[in-house]
């Protein structure tokens, strides 16, 4: 046994994320500034007296970013309850202009919840504590060096107020690879839902709260005791910002902690940070505890009755149904399923596409054709959307036979992306009119007649001979006609 897998045995990972996540709102969550595109901006133009805590301004909370939280609330199966209320965390941090952030405390507005991830085909079920609404600091720019080198910082408070929904998960990772897989999967549900633009910088981010527990005091069900768990001393990472991020500060991290403890030493209860171009993680500060933060309830919000927006507002069908549904109604394998459903803006083009044709060939056009052109040439679906038109009549060329299939990818698809024309531009512009069969026959008479000695090698078993002059009749017809029927049509005449 290596002592990799020695340790193994002795301890069990144990991982908690807490997940901030922007909500796509026009406005900030409680004033009237603008959200969108603030990185573009100039620093400090999208500000007003709440948003910099000025002493007097009075917030007013965004229903946007209400409905989006209950939205993620209802698609991580969570409770709403009936009132929700806001509280002050107090801290002073220079991106924090009023020296405390409003959030929500014992009252979140989504409570105990869950979400089932999937990886190497074990299914498990990771539970939510909660998820709760409060407002982005503003962001610090370190000049000339990073956080704890730089000779000085700036500070923005362009994103100060921007709408987060923190979703906090019971500690039920057992391994970074899954936190890497639930992201994922939060993602999906999130762009689903939308409220939330993945392609956005610092859109999710996530802290990561890790300890090691005796192997001992795992149940046989995998369980762990909220008194292990509480005992266990856990480092709390801070800025990682990916997916492979989350997996790889915590792989590191586990390395870190079984290191220590194999060397007799304890696990310090801290607050680490996660440096992406290091690939390390180092000590910030020993961790703030609850009572350090001072909550209290914030006067200028009333409470707010929300239990009944549960059942007004609707969410769409979401990743796992719908790729489910794509595969029983549409007949797809899971593959197929599953990159047709990696967004919903590709699920929505496909539906569209598979109600004009035969759902193998929208699902081999769409997954396989377009989606593999677009990713080439790191563009979206999101950029083709408008013109799923032509998109449809490019399929019903290939369909009804007016041009080869092989064209039609290779040439009239890529060019519609490239150029942005239209299909029938294309064939007219490069001749690709599919050739008719008499115009084929034509061109093998003419192919037999010029290569003679290709002939006589055919009629001596030359295996090369063939394909040789089915090369030459599809030249003639400049790749419009289909290399199979050329293929017959020779054999059928070289027999005579
Ligand atoms: P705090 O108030 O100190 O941030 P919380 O109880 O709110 O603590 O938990 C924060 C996060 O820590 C949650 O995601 C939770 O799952 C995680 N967590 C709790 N216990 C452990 C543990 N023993 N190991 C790893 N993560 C844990
Ligand atoms: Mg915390
Ligand atoms: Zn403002």
């Not at 004009?356 to 052109?373: I, P, R, Y």
């Not at 009119?433 to 090698?457: L, M, Q, R, T, Y």
């Amino acid at each position: 046994m290596t002592a990799q897998a020695a340790e193994n045995r002795e301890h069990a990972v144990v991982i908690g994320l807490e997940v901030h996540v922007q909500l796509e709102t026009s406005t900030k969550i409680f004033c009237n500034c603008s959200t969108t595109a603030v990185d573009d901006e100039e620093p400090n133009t999208r500000t007003c007296p709440v948003c910099l805590g000025l002493p007097g301004a009075l917030p007013v909370l965004n229903e946007g970013a209400v409905e989006a939280a209950v939205k993620i609330g209802k698609a991580l199966s969570a409770d709403i309850p009936e009132r929700t209320t806001f509280h002050r965390k107090n801290y002073y941090y220079p991106d924090l202009p009023k020296n405390f952030q409003l959030t929500q405390y014992d009252a979140p507005i989504c409570q105990q919840g869950s979400l089932e991830i999937s990886v190497e085909g074990q299914r498990r079920e990771i539970g939510i504590t909660r998820a709760h609404l409060e407002e982005d600091p503003g962001s610090l720019q370190h000049e000339g060096g990073s956080i704890d080198t730089a000779d000085y910082s700036l500070i923005n408070y362009n994103r100060a107020g921007t709408p987060l929904v923190e979703i906090v998960t019971e500690p039920d990772f057992r391994s970074p690879q899954e936190t890497r897989a639930f992201l994922a999967k939060l993602e999906g549900v999130l762009e689903y839902l939308g409220v939330f633009e993945a392609t956005r910088d610092g859109s999710l981010r996530v802290d990561a709260n890790i300890s090691l527990v005796e192997a001992e005091d795992v149940d046989e069900d995998g369980s762990i005791s909220d008194d292990v768990l509480a005992d266990a001393n856990r480092t709390e990472v801070k800025n990682i910002s990916s997916h492979k991020g989350a997996e790889k500060a915590l792989a590191y991290e586990v390395t870190r902690q079984k290191n220590a403890v194999r060397r007799g030493r304890v696990i310090e209860t801290e607050t680490r940070h996660w440096d992406e171009s290091r690939g390390i993680t180092v000590s910030m500060r020993s961790k703030e505890s609850e009572a350090d933060y001072r909550y209290f309830r914030e006067a200028d919000l009333p409470p707010l009755e929300v239990a009944h927006w549960k059942d007004e507002i609707s969410i769409p069908e979401l990743p796992d149904a719908r790729r489910e549904r794509f595969q029983s109604e549409y007949g797809l394998d899971s593959e197929s399923a599953s990159k047709l459903t990696s967004t919903k803006a590709v699920a929505d083009f496909f539906e569209a596409v598979a109600e004009s044709f035969d759902a193998d060939l929208a699902a081999t056009w769409v997954a396989d054709n377009l989606l593999g052109e677009l990713n080439y040439r790191d563009m979206a679906i999101t950029d083709v959307e408008d013109r799923l038109d032509e998109f449809e009549r490019l399929i019903e060329l290939v369909d009804s036979d007016q041009v080869t299939t092989k064209n039609a990818e290779e040439i009239v698809l890529r060019e519609m992306l490239d150029e942005g024309d239209d299909p029938a531009t294309i064939i007219d512009r490069e001749g690709l009119g599919k050739a008719d069969e008499g115009e084929i026959e034509g061109f093998v008479s003419e192919a037999i007649e010029e290569n003679p000695d290709a002939v006589e090698d055919y009629h001596n078993g030359e295996g090369g001979a063939l394909n040789f002059l089915v090369g030459q009749v599809m030249q003639k017809s400049q790749g419009s006609a289909d290399p199979g029927s050329v293929n017959e049509l020779l054999r059928a005449e070289l027999a005579e």
